[in-house]
């Protein structure tokens, strides 16, 4: 795909050697400098102190070199300082950099969704005066939605933005769960925060987006003057202890002022821009904890001696976990898992880029991707990472191993930026609904053109029709009842075409790594012959309706 992308005059600069150099650059630098800081960032972590959050040792200057080697920049609009490569390579860099060391690479997650929110929506003056520096990440950017009151009811928040005579907004209210919203590895940050202005009306239509800088920057450009923002706390989580999760308070004493980011009252359009880059990423975050899992699994698993083969072919002798049948099960549901899962989130991004390059119906496509990209990927992190402890058996449990810290970093995944549940409402509501099922029913075209030689897939494509059908007649409730078993059997579909694609590639391939394209073609066979038929129990919880749900009154359903 990168190929084809490369194709075109806007992307000409990703030509073969700057991808490769791209891969092995990324993966030698996450190595070297983010992998030997993931211990010490679990087992101390971000530390507040009086408003104020310092990371562990080593993070600083890591960061710094993240910052000095470009690494942010990849995608990033030339205009500003950035590479203009595709969106894809990024998404590779930030994988390479989320699987040595996923708490520390969010400070890396969310930055490029400010600079899509502020290219897109933001004046020129904000851009030129906010935009080298955010897109370098010499200053991050923040993402402010989630209130005390207003979680996924975003329409219920209360921060304020009192307009003054300057067309600057005095801001004013407390915003939780602010992923890097306070730290010392930058001079300044760039909060996008979502407020009220003055007599708007009440929901999601009077929200507004604001840009709130942690410092006000002086006649020189240079971030000198305290913006009357605070950080308050930060949280104690199950996982990812190196990425501070921030209470922010703005205006405490009255002097946080913000620009208007967009026209008034589009401050929903505006973060959904910036939401459904980090969506993407958090989908990533699946694939990055997963692979670091399965590796730690195999590695593990092929050195820990246990019992002789139970068919007599060890001669009696004790042999690897690896060669033992269930185990080899559960190493090679890790990989497929983990391949199918990064088989779709590159399938989105790409969608980013052709949809960059106006190539016709690839926002239609990428906004039906969103939802399974971040959902079904973040879920497979979750199941691959247990798989991870299970493997390791009581060392699993403890610590040391870093088994257990994989699945509790990578729980967090399906909840931040829109829970799974979340995704599967949209996918069945905006995604399905909103064009009467064209773009489902385009998806569903493609794979039966592409595999039609897998008949579990075909069965699967006529199952998920059924229940499309269904849905597309179905009342809301009854919709929303059976969202994510559909989102699932939608997802398992499109890993399915697309594991589907790499075992056809691998044996049309004759010049290639011969041990690579052994393993490429059994892993896509066990996706296809053993995962995805799992997918097809769920036809009947998908089109189950509501009505059982709601057959016990909710009191006595909490009795």
Known sequence: MISQIASHDQYGDATPDMVEAIVDGAAAFAEREFLPLSRVGDTVGAKWDN?????????????????????GTIDGPVAYGGQGLPFTLATLVLESLGSANMGFSLIAMLTPGAVEALMTHGSLEQQRTWLPKVVSGEWNGTMNLTEPSAGSDVGALRTTAEPLDDGTYRISGQKIFITFGEHDLTENIVHLVLARTPNAPPGTKGISLFLVPKYRLDAKGEPTIDNDVRCVSIEHKLGIHA???????????????????GGELGGMRAMFTMMNNARLNVGNQGVQIAERATQEAIAYAAERVQSARADG?????????????????????MKAQTQAARALIYYAASQVDRSHLGIEG???????????????????????????????????????????????????????????????????????????GAGMRALIADVRGEGASEPTLMALADAVERVTAWMLGAEVNDRLAGSYPYLTMVSVLTCGWL???????????????????????????FYLDLIAPEAMGLEAQAAAGAGLLYALHASVLAG
């Open 51 to 71: 408003g104020f959050v310092r990371m562990p040792e080593g993070y600083r200057g890591a960061y710094k070199a993240y910052v000095d080697n470009g690494w």
């Open 243 to 261: 990425s501070p999760t921030c209470v922010m308070s703005y205006g405490d004493h009255g002097n946080c002022i913000g620009e208007l980011v």
């Open 313 to 333: 072919s060890s001669g009696g002798e004790g042999v690897p976990i690896i060669e033992h049948p269930d185990v080899r099960r559960m190493l090679l549901r």
């Open 362 to 436: 690839a926002k239609a496509r990428l906004d039906l991707m969103t939802p399974l990209a971040k959902a079904h990927a973040t879920d497979i992190g979750c199941e691959v990472s247990s798989i991870g402890v299970q493997v390791h058996g009581g060392m699993g449990f403890i610590e040391e191993t870093g088994a257990a810290q994989h699945f509790r970093d990578a729980r967090i995944a399906p909840i931040y930026e829109g829970t799974n549940g979340i995704q599967a409402m949209d996918l069945v509501g905006r995604k399905l609904m909103g064009d009467g």
């Open 499 to 525: 594991m589907a694609r790499q075992h056809d590639a691998a044996l049309a391939t004759t010049d290639g790594d011969a041990t690579f394209l052994t393993a490429k073609r059994v892993i896509a066979r």
